[in-house]
Every structure is written in structure tokens, then in C-alpha cells.
């Protein structure tokens, strides 16, 4: 992998990410159309340090309330606990789906399947949400909402359906307002993004391909970091005017030219 390659897969592991089109669909599609296969999930994985980096540095007024919340010395007790709970699921699913992650899970064909009925999904999602009377904000959810978001993050651990795309959709239809969603679902990304980075730091294979391209990691680490602060400006800002079916209608777009190409 070269170091412009690592450029190129940061800047979209940083957009994708945070906006609802599949960070880890995108890259697989990229490694294919590259023919990049050396190193590939774990160079995937050590993007998280730069989006990871991106949370923190946006969200970091909030981070330090909930975690001051998580001890009970503020009125962030609540919601630092929902964020708990919810967190749980996939930390589950990570240890029981590892493997197909991995394998299985990393196909062309179903990474356009799954980005297709996730934007149908999110469009019903909109259509539902646009009939609610009464939406929730993130500070008066519940935990059965935040337990609705957190199976949700289960099934992001496939390739194609987007962390924040089904987290987000899930949110909505469990009454939060869109951007409530949107802000629950980057918070909650803060935990599970740090115990893979933890997972993929410790595997000593990871370490030496770190250590023998160190240029290509940093600069694919630094190239995520930068356009993942801009994709959570841009993404809060836009879905507190607009809707989610314009990444939708991209998600579905993309999945019928990859199953094209797929059949030629």
C-alpha cells in the first residue's frame, strides 16, 4: 500500500463513518477496486485512532460530563448510563461475530444487499418519524430507546449497512428526534471505536505491520482524523434542516452499480 492509497482510504474511512453510507462497505469496495489485500482489515481498523480522535476532540464537553455523569456528580447520570446499557449488545456481537466479520462478512455482493434495504429503511424511518406528534431529545430518552440503538450497532459489524446509518435510523424510530439520534449515535460510537482500536493494538501482528509502515498508517490515520471532524460538522448542521433520504437514494444508487458490475 502506498502512501497516497492510505490518503485516499483515510479520507473515506473519515466521511463514511460518520455520515450514513458504510465507512467499512466503502473501504472493502476501494481494497477491491485497488487491488490493495496486504494488511487490509487491519489498516481499516487503525483508521479508527484518527476517527476515534475526531469524536473526542468535537464531543469532548460532553465526554467529560458523562463521564463525571457515570460517578453522579451531575444531571448526566441518566443519560452516561443509557450510553452504558447500550454499548453492551455490541460488545456481545463483537466476540460472537468476530470471525465472520472477518470472512464471511467481506463480500462485494453483500455490501451492496445491505446498503440497499438499509436506505429503505431509513427512508420508512423518515416517513414514520414525519407522523410522530411528540419526538424525544437525547436528554429525556429512555433506556429502552438506548437499548433499541445499541442492537442496532449489532448489526453495523457487516459490512454495508453503516455504525451511524443504522444507529441513527433506529433512533428515529424509536422517537428520538433526527438530530437527538444523530448526536446519541456519536457518543455511543465513542466506546465501541476505542475497544477496537484496543483489540486491534494488542494483536502483536498489528503491531509489526504498524511498526514496518509506519508512514502509510499515520497518514492514513492523519487523513481520517481531518475528514471525520468535517464529516460530524457537516452531518449535525445538514440533518437539522434535512432529511436522511438524500443518503438513502446515494446508498441505493451505489449498491445497483456494484451488483451491475458484480454480474458482468
Not at 5 to 12: D, E, K, R, S
Not at 137 to 143: A, E, L, P, T, V
Not at 162 to 174: D, L, M, N, V, Y
Not at 247 to 259: S, T
Amino acid at each position: 500500500m502506498t502512501v497516497l492509497q492510505a490518503i485516499i482510504l483515510g479520507l473515506i474511512q473519515g466521511i463514511t463513518e460518520f455520515i450514513p453510507v458504510s465507512s467499512s462497505g466503502h473501504l472493502l469496495l476501494v481494497h477491491n477496486a485497488m487491488g490493495i489485500s496486504d494488511n487490509g482489515l487491519a489498516f481499516d481498523v487503525a483508521l479508527h485512532i484518527g476517527t476515534f480522535i475526531a469524536l473526542i476532540l468535537y464531543f469532548h464537553r460532553e465526554i467529560r460530563q458523562l463521564m463525571l455523569g457515570i460517578l453522579g456528580k451531575n444531571e448526566m447520570k441518566k443519560l452516561a448510563w443509557i450510553l452504558v446499557i447500550a454499548t453492551i449488545p455490541a460488545v456481545i456481537g463483537g466476540v460472537l461475530l468476530q470471525d465472520l466479520a472477518e470472512s464471511t462478512f467481506r463480500s462485494s455482493f453483500l455490501v451492496s444487499i445491505n446498503l440497499i434495504w438499509v436506505a429503505f429503511a431509513m427512508i420508512w424511518a423518515e416517513n414514520y418519524s414525519s407522523n410522530l406528534k411528540k419526538k424525544s431529545s437525547i436528554d429525556k430518552m429512555s433506556r429502552k430507546q438506548g437499548l433499541i440503538v445499541g442492537f442496532a450497532q449489532v448489526i453495523a459489524l457487516i459490512p454495508g449497512v453503516s455504525r451511524s446509518g443504522s444507529t441513527i435510523t433506529a433512533g428515529i424510530f424509536a422517537g428520538l428526534d433526527r438530530i437527538s439520534a444523530t448526536r446519541f449515535s456519536f457518543l455511543l460510537a465513542v466506546p465501541i471505536t476505542f475497544g477496537a482500536i484496543v483489540k486491534i493494538m494488542i494483536d502483536s501482528q498489528t503491531i509489526n505491520h504498524i511498526g514496518s509502515d509506519a508512514g502509510v498508517f499515520v497518514a492514513g490515520i492523519f487523513s481520517a482524523f481531518i475528514s471525520g471532524i468535517f464529516a460530524i460538522r457537516f452531518l449535525i448542521k445538514y440533518l437539522s434542516k434535512h432529511s436522511l433520504n438524500i443518503f438513502a437514494y446515494y446508498r441505493i444508487g451505489l449498491g445497483l452499480v456494484v451488483l451491475l458490475l458484480l454480474a458482468r
